[in-house]
C-alpha cells in the first residue's frame, strides 16, 4: 500500500505522475523544478534562483509527509549546464546538511528550459 502526496505548496504534478508516493517507510519524490506553485509559472533566471525555489517545493514536500531535510537519504540532481555546479552546489549545501547520498548530472535538456530539477528519497518516521 502506499499513500500519494498533493500539497498546494508545491508545483501540481503537470503530467501523469505524483509530486511523491510515500511506500514501505519511504518517501518518493518527483523531481522539483522551479515553478511557482498555484500559477506553475518560471520562478528566476538564474541557478541560485531556480535551485532556491525546487529546495522550497521540496520543503513543502517533506513537511507535507511530517518530514524534513534531515530525513533525505538520496537526492538526484540534474542540471542543464555543469558549469552551474559550484553555484547549483552553494544553494544545495543550505538544504541538505546532513549530506544525503547524491547523484548530479549534466543533461541536454529540462522542461520549460529551466537549469535545474532535483528529486529525493526520503525515511518516513
Known sequence: MFNV?????????IGPYSQAISANG?????????????TG??????IEE?????????????AANGLGFEDVVKTTCFL?????????????????TGKP????????ELPK???CEIEIIAVCK
Request: hydrophobic letters at 50%; proline letters at 4%; charged letters at 15%.
Open 5 to 13: 502526496t498533493s500539497t498546494p505548496d508545491a508545483p501540481a504534478a
Open 26 to 38: 519511504f518517501l518518493f519524490a518527483s523531481g522539483q523544478v522551479a515553478l511557482m506553485p498555484g
Open 41 to 46: 509559472e518560471v520562478v528566476g533566471t538564474t
Open 50 to 62: 531556480q535551485a532556491e525555489r525546487a529546495c522550497q517545493s521540496i520543503k513543502a514536500i517533506l
Open 80 to 96: 542543464a549546464d555543469m558549469g552551474d555546479f559550484a553555484a547549483f552546489n552553494a544553494v544545495y549545501g543550505k538544504y541538505f
Open 101 to 108: 547520498a547524491r547523484s548530479c548530472v549534466a543533461v541536454k
Open 113 to 115: 528550459k529551466l537549469l
